[in-house]
């Protein structure tokens, strides 16, 4: 599977964002029913690797679904309050009915008033705002379950695994700022960190979430020059525009009509408080954003694996938060301004109980709380609360994400060996006193006396990438535990010997066959490697099999672009196979079997 570009794609990294998960498994559907029936899924499966992992919090997302508990995070034996007991003061289902909703009870120092226009909601009120309503506190249904007179300080949900990832995890005065004990420290986000560490081919990866409807591209623990502008060209210009039209947002003008970027860049200097915005000649809009609070200038968090995927292993790495019932649900009203949020969740409540048949909101029901005192138990399922509700509006949620990850797929580069050839240019019985000497195209052959049969074979070949990206992102190629682009002559070692050419010729990175809109390259560490040939070159008289060469690095063909000529002049003896491996780590491997002519 590492011989072709891989593709992740992950659910419930959270616990209770379990659309995620719903969304991996649909993906999987439909490329395992649309094989061999479907054609462009099928030559998908067959160029490249897929790898869904649909739950990486399983204890986290087994306590959302079965117990009613939603647990964002995972699950660890801790004695979080020092009483020499573990994980024994969590949530309760007071009240038995099979679900953890919440309590709502009269508190004159609460945050809470009903909703006016639906008595089922409860509406937060601002900081200082006054009222003359009856105030309200809600919790999560609990009690205090070992008589220290705290509730719910003893539960078994653990870290948040989003923010154990070894990118940025420490703050900028090197003290922890992500979750955990350190990096990695959970055993979910250990294995997630060995698999990409052990498939390196991976170029492409999506980590899902719930609510929002939008999808963050790197970077939210670094500000916007940390990425390389080819980069950003390629996550706004082609992805963000695709999925904007894919989940019905407005495309900006600037990414229909990149020729305006600069004067676009010169008026927001003018205009815009966003100095990033300014710098990229566009503001982001809400359906494809970046996580890190650019008004603000500060990350958004620590140690999150978007950022990780991204900086560490250089992968196309977005997370996208799947669930908008505006976008997902079909003539669901649209709501601006201020009171907007809450507008919304009438409208939700209102859809729920048409189209559900309000099984999904527990009505509240009057309950004496054993601390607390009178009050209510009700509100939404927690599992339905911020996930896609059931149905239709999953099955859009569904279909759109699995379009635009065919999309995504259909960027991975593919490199192939074209028009490969191979020629006896002489033949003789003597090894020992011939020689070939290479000028231009043209090879002189100094012939030999006869004492064992060889041949001098010239062998050429276009290197392709066929696939619309480039085999690295811009940068790639210089990351720890990656490389540049090769292909090999291979041959029997101890018949064959190199006379132009080294055994692998070093490629570097293939560009692919789409023109970036966006971004015009050049400068220096522009990831655009433009390094001249160099050749070996052997003088008259060459060594033959079995007699050892000066050492010299490998021939080194990176002239840019999405093809590259390669060529060698060998000498063997017999007639044993001769075959081109062209191998890089992130674009695939091509075999091709030699035919001498």
């Known amino acids: 599977d590492q011989g072709k570009p891989g593709h992740w794609i992950s659910g419930a990294i959270h616990g209770n964002e379990f659309t995620g998960t719903e969304v991996c498994l649909y993906i999987v559907d439909k490329l395992v029913s649309g094989y061999g029936s479907d054609k462009e899924v099928t030559a998908l499966i067959d160029n490249k690797s897929f790898y869904i992992c649909p739950v990486i919090n399983p204890d986290g997302l087994s306590n959302t679904l079965e117990r009613g508990i939603s647990q964002r995070q995972n699950s660890l034996m801790k004695d979080d309050d020092g009483d020499g007991k573990i994980n024994e003061d969590g949530p309760d289902d007071l009240n038995g009915d099979g679900h953890i909703t919440q309590f709502r009870y009269p508190d004159p120092e609460g945050q809470y008033v009903i909703d006016e226009a639906d008595p089922r909601l409860m509406v937060r009120l601002r900081r200082d705002e006054k009222t003359t309503k009856p105030r309200y506190s809600v919790i999560t249904e609990d009690k205090d379950n070992d008589g220290d007179k705290k509730r719910g300080e003893d539960p078994e949900s653990g870290i948040d695994l989003n923010r154990n990832f070894p990118e940025v995890w420490f703050t900028d005065d090197g003290l922890p700022g992500g979750s955990g004990d350190y990096p990695t420290s959970a055993p979910e986000v250990h294995a997630v960190a060995e698999f990409f560490t052990n498939h390196t081919n991976i170029l492409m990866s999506q980590f899902y979430h719930t609510s929002g409807g939008f999808t963050y591209r790197p970077l939210g623990t670094s500000p916007h020059p940390r990425l390389h502008p ?127 048949g309000g099984k999904f909101f527990i009505p509240w029901q009057k309950f004496r709380h054993p601390e607390l005192g009178e009050g209510e138990i009700g509100g939404w399922i927690p599992k339905y609360r911020g996930n896609a509700l059931p149905g239709e509006p999953l099955a859009d949620v569904c279909d759109k994400h699995w379009r635009f990850e065919l999309f995504r797929a259909g960027l991975l580069p593919e490199v192939v060996i074209t028009e490969a050839k191979a020629r006896v240019l002489y033949s003789a019985n003597s090894a020992s006193e011939a020689g070939a000497s290479l000028s231009g195209d043209e090879v002189t052959i100094k012939k030999g006396k006869g004492k064992g049969r060889y041949r001098i074979i010239e062998v050429t070949a276009t290197i392709e990438n066929k696939g619309p990206l480039a085999t690295h992102v811009a940068r790639g190629a210089q990351l720890p535990g990656n490389r540049e682009d090769v292909v090999w002559l291979i041959g029997d070692r101890a018949k064959i010997s190199y006379l132009q050419g080294t055994p692998y010729q070093r490629l570097g990175v293939i560009d692919g066959a789409m023109k970036i809109p966006g971004y015009v390259g050049g400068g220096p560490d522009s990831g655009d490697r433009q390094t001249t040939e160099r050749m070996m070159f052997m003088r008259p008289g060459y060594p033959m099999p079995g007699r050892r060469r000066p050492e010299a690095g490998p021939t080194e063909l990176k002239e840019g672009g999405a093809k590259r000529q390669v060529k060698w002049l060998v000498a063997i003896e017999g007639s044993p196979p001769l075959k081109l491996v062209l191998s890089s780590q992130k674009g695939g491997t091509s075999v091709k079997s030699l035919e001498v002519q």
């Not at 008004?295 to 958004?300: E, H, L």
């Not at 950022?307 to 019932?325: F, R, V």
């Not at 649900?329 to 409208?347: H, L, N, S, T, V």
Request: with cysteine.
């Open 230 to 356: 080819k980069d950003v060209a390629v996550f706004d210009f082609i992805m963000g525009k695709k999925y904007l039209e894919t989940i019905g947002e407005e495309v900006p003008e600037i990414w229909e009509e990149p020729s305006l970027l600069e004067k676009s860049r010169e008026e927001l200097k003018k205009t815009s408080k966003n100095k990033y915005a300014a710098s990229r000649g566009y503001e982001l809009p809400y359906g494809w954003k970046v996580s890190y609070d650019e008004a603000r200038d500060r990350r958004y968090g620590y140690g999150m694996a978007t950022d990780w995927a991204y900086m560490q292993y250089g992968i196309y790495s977005i997370t996208t938060e799947l669930w908008n019932p505006q976008q997902n649900i079909k003539d669901f009203p649209r709501f601006e301004g201020e009171g907007a949020r809450q507008e919304r969740e009438r409208a939700l409540l209102k859809y729920q109980d048409e189209k559900c």
